[in-house]
């Protein structure tokens, strides 16, 4: 039974800069900003940076792996508040935790969710309404 | 200079199809790591009920990203791409995006605001088939900053 409270498992993800190439390619974003040092820097980043998408996407398999079903979801948001900065070869570390913060009259649940990255949020009002797992 | 206001309530025509293959599904899971059997395998989509494998909840930027490119990019609207960062992203979904679905995205731009020298330009992308069946909505704020930060 999910009841207000519930706290879903919590999962870190190692984001290595090879991962990000590969979210690239994926899904067709290849702002150099995340895999080029050279770029990311001249353009007054520290490093380079994940794409924003690839760290909600990570964040939302917190909520897809204890649904079960993708499609549980129904709605999910985030605001983009820190980029998360990848260095090579040591990367970083996204911590995703998740708990349910009300159940809905229709059954849903809000999850909401914090991703930070050496203990400083990357993500805020990250929040999914989700048809719980039976 | 602020943007030009009279952007709001701006629709974009539909966006060319684009045909979700099982393949590129498959890719994306993999570059996120999500190993989730309904995104690879037939059978187990089938028994979510759903007639093919389907698509992670984010899946979607794929296609709506290029939408919105379609109003950031805009001559019209004059927005300098090198200072855009990508400020909030929320998606609702009638269904998850399967294999075999071929999706068309109609852009609106919802808000122009200026907040301490930073453009703010939000933008709603109505995601449905080709044949009129709406599948998900994605609500994204995109941050044009200004010349001092």
């Known amino acids: 039974m999910t009841t207000v409270g519930t706290v879903l498992p919590a999962q870190s993800f190692p984001i290595a800069r090879a991962d990000l190439v590969r979210y690239a ?35 939302a398999r917190v909520v897809t792996d204890w649904a079960g079903d993708p499609g549980a979801v129904v709605e999910y948001g985030v605001r983009f ?8 070869p040591d990367g970083a570390v996204l911590d995703v935790a998740g708990e349910v913060s009300a159940v809905r009259d229709d059954g849903l649940v809000v999850v909401d969710l914090t991703a930070t ?7 805020a009002k990250a929040r999914a309404v989700v048809r719980p797992p039976s | 200079m602020p943007l030009d206001q009279s952007f709001v309530g701006r629709v974009y025509p539909p966006t060319p199809p684009y045909q979700v293959g099982r ?3 498959r890719e994306f899971a993999d570059a996120i790591g999500d190993a989730n059997p309904a995104y690879r395998d037939r059978a187990a989509a089938k028994e ?24 950031i990019m805009d001559p019209e609207l004059g927005v300098d791409y090198s200072r855009v960062v990508h400020g909030e992203q929320r998606f609702t979904y009638v269904r998850p ?9 109609v852009v609106t731009v919802e808000s122009v605001r200026s907040v301490a020298g930073n453009d703010i330009v939000s933008t709603k992308g109505d995601v449905s088939t080709v044949d009129g069946d709406p599948v998900l909505t994605t609500y994204s704020t995109l941050v044009v900053r200004g010349a001092d930060s």
């Open chain 1, 25 to 59: 390619g994926a899904s067709g974003d290849f702002n150099p900003i995340h895999w080029n040092e050279r770029f990311a820097t001249s353009v007054g980043l520290p490093n380079v940076i994940a794409h924003g998408m690839y760290t909600m996407a990570l964040t």
């Open chain 2, 97 to 105: 995006i399967r294999a075999g679905d071929t999706l068309s995205v």
């Open chain 2, 48 to 71: 979510l009920g759903y007639p093919d494998v389907v698509a992670p909840p984010t899946f979607g930027i794929i296609v709506t990203s290029r939408a919105g490119h379609q109003v």
């Open chain 2, 23 to 25: 393949e590129k599904i």
């Open chain 1, 81 to 88: 508040t820190r980029p998360v900065v990848v260095p090579d």
């Open chain 1, 117 to 123: 990255v050496n203990g400083q949020t990357v993500l």
